[in-house]
């Protein structure tokens, strides 16, 4: 068994990594910056080691790589870091001293499909901020895994759900109160003509495919993984399903997205038009032959669990149908 260390392991994934890692009898480590609860209670944080670091102040410093290594991890995984000098930071510090560091990636660094599913040959086109550094992260750290420098691995997580947080809906935003509004009844409004696409996973598969590569290190190593659900959802697929779900044929309507801008706070409007400018839906044909990634969430199942917790949490109307 290794001793790993997660950064960020308090987060959405973190709640079921940790707890995964040490069933299967690993030494864990967790670093985050303050003492947040995972979303779900497990007994296995219990024998979690936790370390406080501000990775912000420790990079200014220049010291967070060495306080990294200093853990002595044999694996690390890092949820959190959003620039290359950030990975750089810590990967030039842990060279030669792991046996495999993964990074958390995301699909955006694909930016808009050519052909669907995407695949992880297919070229990446990413666009915006987060995005393009992503893929900036991951281009040099394979170059450097392939190249023998670091013993590295990306998954790339698609929209991330489960309880303890609002999924992405199917208007393509994150506002619950669109699955108030469905539970309701209502007429639902969806820019176009609702076929753009998203990709969820549930938080519990992106922890499975880190453990599957973890434990098929040699398949993984120089790789990249998209980690989504089987099948991405199109927007109109997605509420229609979500109508029935809450005992009501679909009500839909559908506006050109400009107009339908208008009807939404900014923010709504601004975070649909990230989503569906990108439509991504990608295989996961490579992870299943490769790692035996199998899913245990299709994206409705895991929506479905999300949005039951926030029906519980107060965050959405039950409908009379789930009452």
Not at 114 to 141: H, Q, S
Not at 142 to 158: M, S
């Amino acid at each position: 068994m290794a001793r790993i260390v997660v950064i960020g392991g308090s987060g959405h994934v973190g709640t079921y990594l940790v707890p995964r890692l040490v069933e299967l009898g690993h030494q864990v480590v967790n670093v985050s910056r303050g003492g947040r609860a995972p979303y779900t209670p497990n007994a296995a944080w219990s024998r979690v080691d936790a370390v406080s670091i501000d990775r912000d102040a420790a990079e200014a410093a220049g010291t967070f790589g060495a306080q990294i290594a200093a853990l002595g991890g044999d694996v690390v995984v890092d949820m959190i870091s959003f620039t290359l000098p950030s990975t750089q930071q810590l990967v030039e510090a842990l060279r030669g001293r792991v046996e495999q560091f993964l990074h958390c990636g995301t699909i955006w660094v694909y930016g808009h499909n050519a052909a669907v599913p995407a695949t992880e040959d297919d070229p990446k086109n990413p666009f915006g901020d987060y995005g393009t550094r992503k893929a900036e992260i991951e281009t040099w750290l394979l170059a450097e895994a392939r190249r023998g420098g670091v013993p590295a691995t990306v998954f790339r997580p698609g929209h991330i759900v489960g309880p303890g947080w609002a999924p992405l809906n199917p208007a393509g935003h994150f506002n619950p109160a669109v699955f108030s509004q469905i539970a309701r009844g209502e007429t639902l409004v969806l820019p176009n003509f609702g076929l753009e696409t998203v990709h969820h996973v549930h938080a519990d598969d992106v922890a499975q495919m880190v453990v599957r590569a973890i434990a098929n290190r040699g398949a993984a190593v120089g790789e990249a993984f998209n980690t989504v659900s089987p099948q991405a959802l199109n927007l109109r697929g997605y509420a229609e399903a979500m109508f029935r779900w809450f005992g009501h044929e679909p009500d839909l309507s559908y506006a050109p997205y400009a107009d339908w801008a208008k009807t939404v706070a900014p923010d709504e409007a601004q975070a649909t038009w990230e989503h569906i400018s990108r439509s991504p839906a990608h295989s996961i044909e490579k992870a299943r032959r490769r790692l035996g990634y199998a899913p245990r969430y299709s994206s409705l199942a895991a929506v479905h669990e999300s949005v039951t917790w926030l029906i519980a949490d107060g965050q959405v109307e039950a409908g009379p149908h789930l009452s």
